[in-house]
């Protein structure tokens, strides 16, 4: 076994009475490539701005080549020969690379010489053929080209090891292996290399060692050439999956409701999010959506729901097609709901009192308003009936949604989608924040919708909340649906493997 | 008690301008006149005399019209700091829908020329609404460079193809007496304009509070994601509600026209349109209060003058003084009143009045 260049020792990290972290245990091999694996919440982000000095451990200690010491700031980490790269990058777009590089480099003095930078950068990009002009602006490069921007970086600094934070959400397939060879050039010079990631094939393709986190714990430490694919996903997932406790009743599924298909959209950063996504729901059933954050679930949701135009694929709605129909139509003509997973931001404004809040999808059409003008009263009267009906608590209907608790503004969130009789009600992350009695309200809620006849997407990165509401549960990766279980079919090897884009067999 | 925490709350431009004309007084003692009678002549001046009564309200009518070019887009979260461009072109259209258009029935081309005032303010607005809803650009920029173009179209109009032979500067022909607004106070310059400015306060008003436009605008103004998921197509609505900001301020400048100047004078408008930004504030972006506060300021600003004249204050210093409203107001509206954070002091005061109690209460016993 090679030299330790860093240990972890029964770290612990509480935010509040959560312990996001609990009693982690770690090594980290000098020169090694070091995949940490995990689920969402699974405290991997935080281990890594503990390393990065963004958090301080409230238990356990850190060893830096074989002597205990604690890193106070990223400053001291960087200091230290610790870099990080984050998810989301850090440049400037309009500055050159050599003047992002520049930016903060300590020791610099009054002046700033741009020259010793760029030469050094030129050197450096040529010794892991990085393939970087130092002159060029940062907005004209393509992502995968800002990443190793933000490599250069580090290295710049001296970094001895790397930790980057899901280094290849962002990043297109064809970058990916471009990623993956730079990544091995980084081990050969010496280099130690962690990165945080939930898809199996690349820690199949390119890690020495992987470290699986789950809840905050470590579920397993094992060097990946004696392991599979299946072993880890089953390690990730690793819990015994409960199997279906509601009463589904004998009721058949309907026709066919919405049906997508070959869906592609790009998100706000112009990368693509979809990738050929389709799907089929009909009446009275549920579809799950499983997948860890961040694979193409939030743009799914709004390319059903309007908020952002496909670039290819067609949706359609008892046969009708909307892909090009606006929201308007798409709520009051073909009768499409939308939970979406940011209460705050999207599905209420906070600012607003709870009646102007139960109004907001509807406020255009009877009964609420009439050729234009609002009928105030007949809109008390529904706010007062729902909030009495979904148990919604508050102080009076005229109190702002920004003082009701998570769970009361998803309450009322669900009697607005739900009471104006839709055909297809979208749900998005519908239990993030709540507690167990807001989340049993909900998926009463959506089982009701499915009694009723409707066609439910149920997206969430929650799968025991899916595993409980779902019909079938599809599973995303990397923008594309990489299977289709039923509950029954469900097995943690399975979904792990599905989750980390391991495609089955036989699976369109 | 919370109830009347409340309201003081709501009432803050009144302290603050109450604050501000304190502070003013300090102004007026320096400058070696008693703030007690230059105020009584202020508001005499100002309010009370019938001929100091009409000038404030010939005053009023810019400034109130251009208090709701500011405050309709300001609800749907826009600021909209060019009303003055947009009086000048009211003022640039109706004049030459008044000038240049053929003879007829003034029943017919006094609503043209008060339509083609609106439609040139409107234009005004409509440039900055549409490159700030599709292309993204800052609207207060916008709109703060369109206020130049607008004054200097003006000033080359008035000076150059309008105008009057002979003129000693630069203005156009007199408008026909027939197209003039009528007054509404005998011998004085007050005109209609005043009136119209009011209706259309509450008009507004009703719009804002009663009508899907209004929730829509709000919803925009307080969340615009939240508004484009309840199916609020979002841009349009800037375009629009810029449009119609454009078309109150077009209608400011064209009232000055065809109201008290008759012409087309170059730089009409002595800042009104900057003069509607701090009415806004003053009536927090209440339309239904949009009047008072414009009345006020037109008041503070034509009772200068007769102070002026009376006490033999310079009027830099009631300058001064309307700065200081400004400030205090604006400042005024950062305090928010926050039920949850005066509901727990009342609670912890008592808790302390119980705690102080029951110490009181338990000290003879302690002393047993």
Request: proline content about 4%.
């Amino acid at each position: 076994m090679s030299e330790l260049v860093l240990k972890l020792d029964g770290i612990a990290k509480l935010f509040g009475d959560f312990r996001a972290l609990d009693g982690v245990h770690m090594e980290i091999e000098r020169g090694s490539i070091h995949a940490i694996l995990g689920e969402n919440g699974a405290g991997k982000t935080t281990l890594m701005n503990i390393l990065f000095g963004l958090y301080q451990p409230e238990e356990g200690e850190i060893s830096l080549n074989g002597k205990v010491t604690k890193i106070p700031s990223p400053r001291i980490a960087m200091e230290m020969g610790i870099g990080m790269i984050h998810q989301h990058f850090m440049l400037v777009d309009t500055l050159t690379v050599a003047e992002n590089v520049a930016l903060g480099l300590p020791d610099q003095g009054a002046k700033l010489d741009l020259g010793r930078i760029v030469k050094r950068l030129a050197e450096l990009s040529e010794e892991y053929q990085f393939d970087i002009d130092p002159h060029e602006e940062v907005w004209k490069l393509p992502i995968g080209m800002r990443q190793r921007v933000e490599i250069l970086k580090v290295l710049f600094r001296d970094a001895d090891i790397i930790i980057l934070d899901e280094p290849t959400s962002v990043l297109a397939p064809n970058e990916i292996s471009n990623f993956l060879d730079g990544m091995a050039r980084l081990r050969a010079a010496g280099k130690t290399v962690i990165f945080i990631t939930h898809k199996l094939d690349e820690v199949e393709a390119i890690a020495d060692n992987v470290t699986i986190m789950q809840h905050g714990k470590v579920s397993a430490e094992v060097r990946v050439v004696e392991s599979d694919a299946r072993e880890m996903a089953r390690l990730m997932v690793g819990r015994e999956i409960v199997h279906d406790v509601v009463d589904r009743g004998d009721q058949k599924p309907g026709d066919i409701v919405l049906k997508a298909s070959g869906l592609r959209a790009r998100d706000n950063r112009g990368i693509e999010a979809l990738k050929g996504v389709s799907l089929e729901i009909r009446a009275g059933e549920v579809l799950g959506i499983a997948g860890v954050d961040g694979n193409g679930q939030a743009e799914l949701s709004e390319v059903i729901t309007g908020l952002l135009d496909p670039e290819a694929g067609t949706i359609t709605v008892d046969g009708e097609d909307i892909t090009h129909k606006s929201v308007y139509a798409r709520r009051h003509t073909h009768h499409v709901s939308y939970v979406p997973e940011d209460r705050h931001h999207t599905g209420l404004v906070l600012d607003f009192s709870i009646a102007q809040n139960s109004m907001l999808r509807d406020f255009r059409i009877p009964p609420f308003s009439r050729k234009g003008v609002i009928n105030t009263s007949k809109v008390r009267e529904k706010a007062k009936d729902w909030v009495d009906r979904y148990d919604v608590r508050m102080r009076n209907i005229d109190q702002h949604v920004r003082f009701l608790s998570g769970g009361n503004q998803q309450k009322l969130i669900f009697a607005r989608e739900v009471e104006c009789d839709p055909r297809v009600l979208v749900v998005m992350q519908p239990c993030k924040g709540l507690d167990v009695g807001a989340i049993e309200a909900v998926q009463r809620t959506v089982m009701a919708e499915r009694a009723n006849c409707k066609a439910v997407l149920y997206i969430s990165t929650e799968l025991e909340h899916i595993m409980t509401v779902a019909d079938r549960i599809a599973v995303m990766c990397a923008g594309e649906i990489t299977g289709i279980l039923t509950p029954d079919e469900v097995t943690d090897e399975r979904i792990g493997a599905l989750m980390g884009g391991i495609k089955e067999e036989g699976v369109a | 008690m919370l109830t009347a925490i409340r309201y003081f709350y709501l009432l803050r431009p009144i302290w603050a301008v109450l604050i501000a004309l304190f502070v003013g007084s300090g102004l007026i003692l320096i400058a070696g006149v008693s703030p007690i009678t230059a105020y009584v002549e202020l508001f005499k001046g100002a309010f009370l005399d019938y001929w100091g009564l009409a000038g404030t309200l010939v005053k009023t009518s810019p400034i109130l019209l251009a208090g709701l070019a500011v405050i309709l887009p300001l609800r749907a979260g826009l600021l909209n700091i060019g009303a003055e461009g947009q009086i000048y072109m009211g003022g640039l259209f109706s004049a030459m829908a008044a000038l240049l258009l053929p003879e007829m029935s003034a029943l017919i081309l006094v609503p043209i020329c008060v339509l083609a005032g609106a439609l040139g303010g409107g234009l005004w607005g409509l440039i900055p609404g549409y490159l700030k809803a599709y292309h993204g650009m800052n609207e207060v920029i916008l709109t703060i460079l369109l206020n130049f173009i607008a004054i200097n179209i003006v000033s080359y109009v008035a000076g150059g193809p309008m105008m009057q032979e002979g003129a000693p500067y630069p203005y156009s022909e007199e408008i026909r007496q027939e197209l003039w607004l009528p007054w509404i106070m005998n011998g004085t310059d007050a005109h209609a304009g005043v009136i119209v400015g009011v209706a259309l306060a509450m008009v507004m008003f009703f719009v804002l509070k009663y009508s899907t436009i209004g929730f829509a605008l709000d919803t925009i103004g307080k969340n615009a994601t939240a508004a484009q998921y309840a199916g609020v197509p979002v841009k349009p609505y800037i375009v629009g509600v810029m449009f119609a900001a454009g078309a109150l301020g077009g209608l400011a400048g064209t009232f000055e026209v065809l109201g008290l100047k008759y012409r087309l004078y170059h730089h009409f408008s002595p800042g009104y349109g900057f003069d509607g930004i701090v009415v806004a504030f003053l009536a927090s972006v209440n339309p239904l209060i949009a009047p008072i506060a414009a009345f006020f300021l037109s008041g503070l600003k034509a009772g200068a003058l007769v102070m002026q004249r009376a006490v033999g204050l310079e009027s830099t210093v009631i300058e001064a003084i309307q700065g200081l409203v400004i400030i205090f107001v604006a400042a005024s509206l950062g305090f928010k009143y926050n039920a949850t954070k005066w509901s727990q002091f009342l609670l912890r005061r008592r808790k302390l009045d119980a705690e102080v109690g029951d110490t009181f209460a338990k000290t003879p016993k302690g002393d047993e």
